[in-house]
């Protein structure tokens, strides 16, 4: 038996093409889309997971007054914590960020300019399970140690043994020479902490490693950079030892700021624990809800098909399903038949999706920013959920298709009687509705989302953008450095391909040098002290290169950066700075100048605003501050070819400062990677909405090819009494574009909502307009129409004498 | 075999009722060759249809093969058209998916027999019909003749007491309908099936015994 309704199953779907190849393109695509985002989820909520004693790990994070969180911690709490606290196995300390500089190998002369690198706890590899492939978990524990990845092995040492060789570290705490003692396999997509060396903390507790850096001193409680992480016994009570920990931060603070602690647990350090979790995360939950709800979206349309397609279709089978009765098929054999053919279509459509995977996943980990290979390693429930999800909805999809298909009478079926029923009908109109429905939703969505990232794009900076090469300054020093230096500067200015140059601490679409609080003046209100300001330590061409003008004032002089930070009394301010500290004038503001705590500071000149930023943030107040010999070098190149122009500096560049990499990155480019995660949205959002409206086009295209069949009598009839091609075609769609029209009226408002959320996170932000739903529902209704006209069309100029014809 | 008490059958139509069959009475025996015959929508398929059980009659009694059909379920009903039942149709109505072999074959699959009992059966009907060489063609390669010819195989395979049959020749030319006419003669006669034929042709009715006239419902006598 079983037999026999594979085989009329393979034969219906060799004979119905049409039908067939809706279903299972429609499903091949959907499952593809499901499993590719089953996938990503399945990752997603696997990070961190791994590790031994993860239901023991905490992330310690503070929390102030208004709910803003954040995990960076004054290093001095580790100790102290373990100290005083016994439930407290051990406490473990990770930078975040303070590490990056060059890295060097003297022996092959090799050298890097390194961003993941990080300073981390002696117990860093015995907290956490990373796993080790050469060396002891415990041999970070001494100062002057590094672990490294097996990438960087590679990169470092080639092929041979890393293990007790020397690397150097250039960074702000100067020149630092490390031990190899152990290799780790490369942390990848399912860790948050992704770092390409570890080096020892424990280097930094030897004050002449901290070049001058008073404030990373391991011992201190009061400049935050470290990530501390404990390792509870078990059966801590979490809430207890936060209530406690925040006393004892409340006991040793010196200031009353009503930060308290929290403890994450290492396990939600991701996603969090729900959508409304404040603390931080690496990860996006709302992304993973987005794309599971897009995922499963795309999957039911392409369901709704099958249901849709089969039940219009049932009439047609009706009589085959009457002869069969007759001859002695009971209810379970009819049923097992189409859900036999359900199950073969839902089959092949799931090995076509796998091709589908396999070809499409570039595109996707280019969608999730992460290179995930082709299966990757997820817990086995996220497959038993992905396989559950799959076969229920096969089974409901089948049933339901069977039972509509097998409920004929007999008798009215061998009579040719048999009538689609109303409410047949009703679900099949609400089911395309939907697909419509979350097809326009996406669609509008994706429109919504390149609106904003075009204006993103196009909006005016204020910084001059065009041609900009920022090159990183040497880390890498060794003898006679500033007249090398010097001797560079005078070569870069004498370069005919560069029109202007500047040295400065911080660029535009890089930060600042850091944020601090504490100015005021004789005007400003008492809460005043406690407002953030950004500083940039430049020299004074900054704001020529970058073509910021001067609102009033004056830039700095070469004699003004050369002063010592402490001695220093001039600072220039930008618009917004001024507005901060409540001046009526930048006239008022350079006569009275500011106070910072003890010091005083002249104002010199205020610039015009500008998004140092980029547009994803308020333009914030700075303080520009005299420096010399900042970090980086800003060159603004004249125009010609950018591939000669990069390797004459690059050469330059390699002679003064040798053994440093030449790294540079031009500011657009800068300005555009800020924008990833919305052109990420908008990559997901096209994909899906293109499926999404693909599958319901195909669905649609099958359901008028049914209906002008059905009615191909009446159509015949209506020509033969005098209707025009255009009337019958106007007919026949009429009734398919009313339901795209009410898909439009439920889905607009609702994506209006999301998306005007959605824009309400940007500072400078579009605004959904009119044009824009007009736009949306005319291609939501000119790609129905073409659909449906295939087949209305073909209906409309057939000849009535065929049609009409009794066989 | 078959015993109808004032069997009636009617359709609601707007408030009262529309008769297609009334007060029908009619006794047939095992082994008989009976024609229904009449005009129009005069309730001969319709009776023909309550006979064979795929219809129910509104009212009155009917008794297949002594018990009363109207108190079987469904699964009752079903055991009778796998074994005791067979159909013949106008248009044939054979299954398009499956081949000669197969829709004979199918019957035999939902009678829940084993596979070598099925081979066996189905090689001796396609042997005696004189199909063997068309048992892999699907229905759609087949003349009309030939398709009722497998529609009469697939009826008896699972060797039933009883053929209804619903105009039989009534799509086929009279040399094909006589072929068909002289095999329900000889199933009659040699292997002793009871036939019930729906008919407009005075000629085919004459192949049997014994012929029923309806006229608007009633029993024309």
């Not at chain 1, 190899?180 to 080096?199: I, L, P, Q, R």
């Not at chain 2, 039933?160 to 009279?174: C, M, Q, R, W, Y």
Request: charged share 20%; aromatic share 10%; glycine share 8%.
């Amino acid at each position: 038996m079983l037999r026999h309704h594979l085989l009329s199953a393979y034969r219906n779907l060799k004979r119905n093409k049409t039908f067939s190849f809706i279903n299972i393109g429609g499903l091949a695509l959907g499952i593809a889309a499901f499993l590719f985002i089953l996938q990503y989820i399945g990752i997603e909520t696997g990070v961190n997971q791994f590790h031994e004693n993860a239901d023991r790990i905490y992330r310690v994070i503070n929390v102030d007054k208004n709910g803003e969180s954040w995990s960076e911690l004054e290093p001095g709490f580790a100790a102290r914590f373990v100290e005083n606290f016994p439930e407290i196995e051990a406490a473990s300390r990770k930078d975040n960020g303070i590490t990056s500089g060059v890295v060097q190998n003297e022996e092959n002369d090799l050298s890097f300019r390194e961003a993941d690198i990080h300073y981390v706890e002696g117990n860093f590899f015995e907290v956490f399970s990373f796993p080790i492939l050469a060396g002891n978990a415990s041999g970070l524990n001494e100062p002057n140690t590094v672990f490294i990845s097996k990438s960087s092995a590679l990169k470092y040492f080639g092929d041979s043994d890393p293990i007790n060789q020397n690397l150097i570290l250039h960074n702000q705490f100067g020149k630092t020479i490390y031990t190899v003692k152990g290799v780790y396999e490369d942390m990848s997509y399912n860790s948050d902490f992704d770092m390409d060396m570890a080096f020892s903390l424990e280097t930094l507790k030897n004050e002449a490693n901290l070049n001058g850096n008073g404030w990373a001193n391991l011992n201190n409680l009061d400049s935050q950079f470290a990530q501390t992480i404990l390792l509870l016994k078990s059966n801590t009570n979490v809430e207890q030892l936060e209530a406690k920990l925040t006393a004892y931060r409340e006991s040793v603070s010196r200031e009353d700021d009503g930060v308290s602690f929290k403890l994450q647990p290492l396990t939600e350090m991701h996603l969090g624990a729900s959508l409304n979790d404040p603390l931080p995360t690496y990860g996006n939950i709302k992304y993973v809800y987005i794309l599971g709800a897009i995922g499963l979206m795309i999957l039911l349309i392409a369901w709704f098909n099958y249901v849709n397609l089969s039940t219009a279709n049932s009439l047609k089978r009706s009589v085959e399903v009457g002869v069969r009765k007759a001859i002695g098929a009971d209810q379970k054999s009819l049923l097992g038949q189409f859900l036999m053919q359900t199950a073969l279509v839902n089959l092949i459509g799931f090995l076509v999706a796998l091709v589908i995977i396999i070809l499409c996943r570039p595109l996707f980990n280019e969608m999730i920013g992460k290179d995930l290979p082709l299966f990757a390693h997820l817990s086995p429930s996220v497959w038993l959920i992905g396989a559950l999800a799959l076969l229920l909805g096969t089974l409901i999809s089948g049933v339901y298709a069977a039972l509509v298909s097998t409920r004929f009478k007999t008798v009215e079926t061998i009579k040719g009687l048999a009538k689609s029923g109303k409410s047949g009908s009703f679900l099949r109109k609400s089911l395309v509705v939907m697909q419509f429905g979350v097809s326009v939703a996406l669609i509008f969505a994706t429109v919504v989302i390149y609106s904003q990232l075009d204006y993103l794009r196009n909006k005016d900076l204020g910084v001059d953008a065009e041609q900009m090469l920022v090159i990183r300054g040497p880390a890498i020093y060794g003898d006679n450095f500033d007249s090398r230096r010097n001797a560079f500067l005078n070569e870069l200015a004498s370069q005919s391909m560069v029109e202007k140059y500047a040295l400065s601490g911080a660029v535009p679409a890089r930060f600042y040098n850091f944020r601090t609080n504490g100015f005021t003046h004789p005007g400003s209100k008492p809460d005043d002290k406690y407002n953030s300001y950004a500083f940039v330590c430049t020299e004074g061409e900054y704001f020529d290169t970058y073509g910021i003008p001067l609102k009033a004032g004056r830039t700095f002089t070469p004699e003004e950066v050369r002063v010592d930070w402490n001695s220093n009394s001039k600072v220039m301010i930008n618009e917004t700075a001024l507005e901060y500290m409540g001046f009526e004038s930048a006239q008022e503001a350079m006569l009275e100048g500011i106070q910072w705590d003890e010091r005083h500071l002249d104002i010199i000149g205020v610039s015009a605003d500008y998004h140092h930023l980029g547009l994803q943030s308020e333009i914030d107040p700075i303080i520009f501050y005299p420096q010399q010999y900042g970090q980086f070098f800003s060159v603004k190149l004249a125009k010609g070819d950018r591939k000669k122009q990069l390797a004459s500096l690059g050469n330059l560049y390699r002679q003064y400062f040798p053994g440093n990499p030449f790294d540079y990155s031009f500011l657009e480019e800068d300005f555009a990677e800020s924008l990833q995660a919305e052109q990420q949205y908008g990559l997901v959002f096209t994909t899906a909405s293109v499926l999404a409206i693909l599958i319901a086009c195909l669905g649609l295209f099958g359901l008028t090819m049914y209906t002008v069949e059905a009615r191909i009598k009446e159509i015949g009839v209506r020509k033969v009494l005098g209707a025009s091609v255009a009337s019958v075609v106007a007919l026949l769609s009429k009734d398919f574009l009313i339901l795209v029209v009410i898909a439009l009226l439920l889905a607009t408002p609702v994506t209006i909502y999301l998306m005007s959320n959605w824009l309400s996170d940007f500072p400078y932000a579009i605004e959904i307009n009119g044009w824009m739903v007009a736009g949306v529902a005319i291609l939501a209704l000119m790609i129905a129409f073409i659909t449906v006209s295939f087949q209305t069309l073909k209906g409309a100029l057939m000849n009535p004498g065929t049609t009409l014809r009794n066989e | 075999m078959i015993k109808l008490n004032n069997i009636s059958k009617y359709y609601p139509a707007g408030f009262g009722k529309t008769y297609v069959l009334r007060n029908i009475s009619l006794e047939i025996g095992e082994g008989e060759f009976v024609s229904i015959m009449g005009p129009s929508g005069s309730g001969k398929s319709t009776l023909l249809h309550i006979l064979g059980l795929l219809e129910a009659a509104s009212e009155g009694e009917y008794l297949f093969m002594d018990s009363p059909v109207q108190k079987l379920n469904e699964k009752k009903r079903t055991e009778l058209h796998r074994n005791a039942i067979g159909f013949v149709f106008q248009a044939y109505h054979l299954i398009d998916e499956l081949t000669v072999y197969e829709n004979i074959e199918t019957p035999l699959l939902y009678k829940g027999m084993k596979s070598s009992e099925r081979k066996s059966k189905v090689a001796d009907i396609l042997d005696r019909f004189n199909i063997v060489g068309k048992k892999d063609l699907f229905p759609s390669q087949l003349s009309g003749g030939q398709q009722q010819l497998v529609g009469v195989a697939r009826a008896i395979v699972s060797e039933p007491k009883v053929i209804f049959a619903d105009e039989p020749t009534g799509n086929l030319h009279s040399e094909q309908a006589d072929d068909i006419m002289k095999l329900f003669k000889e199933l009659n006669e040699k292997d002793g099936v009871t036939i019930v034929q729906v008919t407009h042709s005075e000629k085919n009715a004459a192949y049997g015994e014994r012929i029923i006239k309806l006229k608007d419902g009633w029993l024309d006598v």
